[in-house]
């Protein structure tokens, strides 16, 4: 079979226009008779509130300020839950919250006017913990349970691998949040088409999750909806979530003129989701020779004040904290847990990025106290073909653990690579050359 794009090197249909400062980004965008948006964010993490913006909407060059009350069908998105209001109605969880937007003939009016806005807090009490939040006394955040998640891996007999142990490594490990901190910030225009069609033009991840909930807060038909994408600058997951999308679509609904929203850095932080802040506890057996008996861990994400995918990537890090190795006895907890923290979502890994900073560790600690060295212990461990995960997956292809560790030895020790590697290597070589070779083919 002739593929024409599997295995090719094929030439993007974007990348002469990006290379060259031809591509258009949201924020590049201007249409006539043009609108500005500016989003006031709460201030406090967990807290009811009112809002007066009567003084707001006096203002010269101000055409009107879009609340809760101004969205006409369901005040609510989340790619799994639905559980972000697109305008807080009268409730704060996070610092950062959208609860206000200011619609005006210029961008500088708009940022000036949201000054004016008044809103009095009664703040609530807050759960940073995502430890504490699991437990029944602390503030919940959603409904009557703080736990989004839990996710369990059983297998084989986890007790009887410690009590048969040569040594037990046993710790905790801990990562933070992170941004994707992609290069252009969010940005976007929507309109309305003479036919009742709203546009909304929005760098995104998900168009078809977009129109779901923009057509959702607006009380229209999903086909009357249309979503564009134009070039995006980076994403990495953190365009996963909606952000100024619906607060877009309701204005140019509500106004009828077209209207643009650009965020600056600091507001793109407030506005999308994080990588999961994880904390994993560990528990490693091994015998005398270093094979590996057991592992029983305990994971808890940090979701934040929202679940975003939650469910996906502390399921993804509960399959991923045994590592590439086999293992025969696995007891695994792994929970989601809502806090008033910043939300966390989708990013580069997706849940297997956290695991292996806890199970590398533990593997090199049982080697330590086994006198071994740290590659010996690994390939005594490694997945190979036919091996079982903890979830008994049987791995009948693409297990090149072996090969890496080869080469990852030899460049530490500056040895050269067996003749396998090698061979390897140079037949990757020739192909990327045979490839090269296509595409400036097809260049000339």
């Known amino acids: 079979m002739n593929f024409k794009v599997i295995g090719e090197n094929v030439l993007r249909v974007d990348g002469h226009t990006k290379v060259t400062g031809g591509a258009k980004y949201p924020s590049d965008l201007h249409m006539e008779n043009m609108l500005y948006g500016k989003t006031l964010r709460s201030t406090k993490a967990h807290a009811n509130f ?33 559980d972000h209001e697109a305008i807080c109605k009268s409730r704060v969880r996070r610092y950062g919250d959208p609860i206000a937007v200011v619609i005006a003939e210029s961008e500088r009016i708009a940022e000036k006017a949201l000054e004016t806005i008044r ?35 059983r297998r084989g007999d986890v007790e009887k691998a410690f009590e048969d142990a ?20 969010e940005a976007g225009i929507a309109y309305e088409e003479e036919d009742g069609t709203l546009t909304v033009i929005a760098a995104t991840q998900y168009p078809h999750f977009d129109r779901i909930d ?6 229209m038909a999903e086909e009357d909806v249309r979503i564009i994408n134009p070039a995006v600058g980076g994403a990495f997951g953190g365009r996963e979530d909606l952000t100024l999308q619906i607060h877009l679509a309701v204005a140019a609904k509500k ?9 600056d850095r600091k507001e793109s932080f407030l ?10 506890h560990c528990k490693t057996a091994a015998d005398k020779d270093g094979k590996l008996l057991g592992m029983k861990a305990r994971i808890v994400g940090d979701t934040g ?25 696995v007891w695994v907890d792994s929970y989601a847990v809502y806090t008033n923290n910043p939300f966390a979502g989708a990013m580069r890994g997706f849940g297997a990025t956290q695991p292996p900073i806890a199970h590398e560790q533990q593997m090199d600690r049982v080697a330590e106290k086994l006198g071994m060295d740290p590659f010996s212990i690994r390939r005594k461990n490694i997945f190979k073909l036919g091996s079982k995960t903890a979830t008994e997956q049987v791995l009948k292809e693409s297990v090149p653990m072996g090969r890496c560790l080869d080469a990852l030895e030899a460049a530490m020790n500056e040895k050269p690579l067996p003749d396998e590697n090698i061979n ?21």
């Open 50 to 82: 009112t809002i007066d913006t009567s003084i707001t909407e006096s203002i010269e060059g101000v055409v009107g300020v879009l609340t809760a009350k101004d969205i006409p069908g369901k005040n609510c998105h989340g790619v799994l839950f639905k």
């Open 119 to 153: 809103v009095d807090y009664e703040e609530l009490p807050a759960v940073f913990d995502p430890e504490e939040a699991m437990k029944k006394e602390s503030p919940k955040i959603h409904g009557e349970d703080n736990t989004v998640f839990h996710y369990k891996i």
């Open 166 to 185: 040569a040594v037990i490594v046993e710790d905790t490990y801990y990562t933070g949040a992170v941004d994707h901190a992609f290069l252009q910030p």
């Open 214 to 219: 923009i057509a959702g807060a607006l009380g």
């Open 255 to 263: 106004f009828k003129r077209p209207i643009k929203m650009v965020y």
């Open 271 to 280: 506005a999308h989701c994080k990588r999961h802040p994880i904390t994993m």
């Open 305 to 329: 004040a929202y679940a975003s995918w939650a469910i996906n990537v502390l399921r993804k890090a509960g399959v991923h904290i045994t590592g590439p190795y086999e293992i025969p006895n």
């Open 424 to 444: 390897y290597l140079e037949d990757l070589k020739a192909e990327q050359i045979r490839k090269e070779g296509s595409r400036n083919e097809k260049i000339r």
